[in-house]
């Protein structure tokens, strides 16, 4: 299977440990997106890159979490100092740009922060 | 800012009763309309996009309409496996302002379908 991946699939963790989470994208797509869903609503954006440059941020982002794609492939998201609400799912996303693109999803990063 | 809407919350149908979701959106300019199905647990899975008013697609049981207000996700005769919560996004167009390629997603629908 060549869809998007993620790891790990769940992650337990105390309030204030730090958290990284990788995902990798379909490959030859050159969007990636992370998202993040809680209990009964719909994903979020957080933000997105095109290869390497992270081009937005959504204002969700707060300063502890920080994104990186170094080569324009794989991506990690860190969580620094969790809180209990950033217990949520997180999820990522890629697609190839052009005018009319999809997003395909991965099976997301369950976090729990106690 | 974009927003959408779904209805209803929670849809519990007898295993060949037909029905449909709706999915509201307010949005500068939409360049596309997508319905995604979750598994609990699981990320969502592509169905359908949708670019222009008047635009249909099908798949099995499932088919997706668009008008420029709202559109539809008809579920002809369902069947067990269908139960899951289904999300509908939109994405904007150019000079929307921010993003032009993040979805914004509604709240989605829990179907439930009944053997």
């Known amino acids: 299977d060549t869809g998007v991946s993620q790891d790990p699939r769940h992650k337990i963790t105390k309030r204030g440990q730090n958290v990284t989470f990788r995902c990798d994208p379909i490959?030859?797509?050159?969007?990636l997106y992370w998202y993040r869903q809680t209990l009964g609503q719909g994903p979020e954006f957080l933000t997105y890159?095109?290869?390497?440059?992270?081009?937005?941020k959504s204002r969700l982002l707060s300063n502890r979490f920080s994104a990186e794609r170094p080569k324009g492939s794989f991506s990690t998201l860190e969580i620094q100092r969790t809180e209990q609400g950033d217990s949520a799912m997180y999820l990522c996303?890629?697609?190839?740009?052009?005018?009319?693109?999809?997003?395909?999803f991965g099976p997301g990063t369950r976090l729990l922060v106690l | 800012e974009d927003q959408v809407t779904q209805s209803p919350e929670a849809l519990r149908l007898q295993e060949g009763e037909s029905s449909s979701l709706n999915c509201s959106y307010t949005?500068?300019?939409?360049?596309?309309l997508f319905w995604y199905r979750q598994d609990p647990g699981k990320g969502p899975e592509f169905l359908f996009t949708?670019?222009?008013?008047?635009e249909e697609k099908e798949k099995e049981r499932l088919k997706a309409t668009l008008t420029k207000k709202e559109s539809f996700l008809h579920i002809t005769a369902p069947k067990p496996e269908d139960s899951a919560t289904y999300l509908c996004?939109?994405?904007?167009?150019w000079g929307s302002g921010g993003s032009n390629y993040k979805l914004t997603f509604g709240k989605g629908t829990l179907l439930t379908v009944n053997p």
């Open positions: 949005v500068s300019g939409l360049r596309g």
């Open positions: 996303a890629s697609s190839i740009h052009r005018d009319q693109e999809t997003q395909y």
């Open positions: 996004a939109v994405q904007a167009g």
């Open positions: 890159f095109q290869n390497e440059a992270q081009l937005e």
């Open positions: 949708l670019y222009s008013a008047g």
């Open positions: 490959s030859e797509h050159n969007r």
